[in-house]
């Protein structure tokens, strides 16, 4: 396969920054929209420019430059979490709609989107809301969406990170929702499936399931996680969403323990799967069994 231009929004966040790995080892050249642009040190296939979901596209990103030629496809990750604003005016949805406007201006030939299989109308947390809203937006099947599951593995920051301090300090946990099923994925499958999905001429859906094919209790993926992860044994009682609501606003207001954010636990109560082996086949993404990726030293992307 030829070499991409890559667009790649949020490339320091949590899946974003194994992303730019994994199209790095490809050799793909990047330009890379974020906050806080980076040096590209010996890197000459990557470039980098400031950029947020409250401003407008720099218009030099999308200029052709030396090695850096018309953008073959855009992967937005990007994502602002604390926004003040009503629903209709989030950030995440006004700063999509002008990103993907100048993506077309540009003739960008394929756009990914970076979503959950949450999303829906009618999810109970607003990040779920958020991101059905976002992909309203796209024409398919040049626009697309990648709804990730559960993402664990890789660096233990975002929500990941925060589920991997909890079951490794806490003996005991409560968990709103503990039998609800999950799609655990590891972070490099999903880095694989959103590259593919760049990569490939010519694509037949307007959303693509990037999540485990076979979903297993919320429960159980947190037991998993505490034994194969950090070895030791974690006990969970489910606890009514209300009394989980109240607990994580109490755990931001105590010192020394792990804050759970109010946001997460809607979206752990009110998550849906969705079926996945089809799409996973057609993108040739096998995720690896959850125990052997929890226990294993080092994890590459194919």
């Known amino acids: 396969m030829t070499n991409l231009h890559l667009m790649i929004t949020g490339a320091t966040g949590y899946i974003g920054s194994r992303l730019l790995s994994a199209a790095n080892l490809k050799g793909h050249r990047l330009t890379l929209l974020v906050r806080t642009p980076r040096d590209s040190g010996d890197k000459p296939n990557v470039r980098w420019f400031p950029w947020s979901l409250e ?16 953008v ?9 979490w604390t926004s003040t604003r009503s629903e209709p005016a989030d950030e995440n949805l006004t700063g999509t709609a002008t990103l993907i406007e100048a993506a077309r201006a540009a003739g960008i030939p394929r756009t990914v989107y970076g979503s959950t299989v949450s999303a829906r109308k ?7 809301r958020n991101k059905w809203a976002v992909e309203q937006l796209f024409e398919p099947p040049s626009e697309v969406s990648a709804r990730i599951g559960l993402v664990y593995g890789g660096s233990e920051t975002g929500q990941w990170g925060a589920l991997s301090e909890m079951v490794s300090r806490l003996p005991l946990l409560p968990v709103p929702g ?21 990569e490939r001429p010519a694509l ?5 399931g990037l999540a485990a094919p ?10 998993q996680v505490a034994r194969y992860r950090f070895n030791r044994k974690l006990r969970i009682f489910s606890v009514p969403i209300w009394l989980a609501l109240i607990g994580a ?22 998550i849906q799967t969705m079926k996945t082996a089809a799409d996973l086949v057609e ?4 995720p690896e069994d959850l125990e052997k990726n929890l226990v294993a030293q080092n994890f590459s992307t194919p």
């Open 55 to 70: 401003e407008t596209p720099p218009a030099e990103a999308f200029a052709q430059s030396g090695e850096f030629g018309p």
């Open 178 to 198: 503990a039998s609800t099923l999950v799609q655990p994925i590891h972070v490099d499958e999903v880095c694989v499936g959103l590259l593919r999905l760049a």
């Open 122 to 128: 009618d999810a109970l947390n607003r990040y779920g």
């Open 283 to 286: 993108l040739e993404v096998l």
């Open 72 to 80: 073959d496809a855009l992967i937005h990750l990007a994502h602002q």
């Open 214 to 223: 076979d979903p297993i209790a919320f429960g159980q993926f947190l037991k």
């Open 249 to 270: 606003r109490l755990t931001s207001m105590l010192p020394f323990v792990p804050t759970v954010d109010r946001e997460r636990v809607l979206g752990v109560a009110g």
């Open 204 to 208: 037949s859906k307007p959303f693509y």
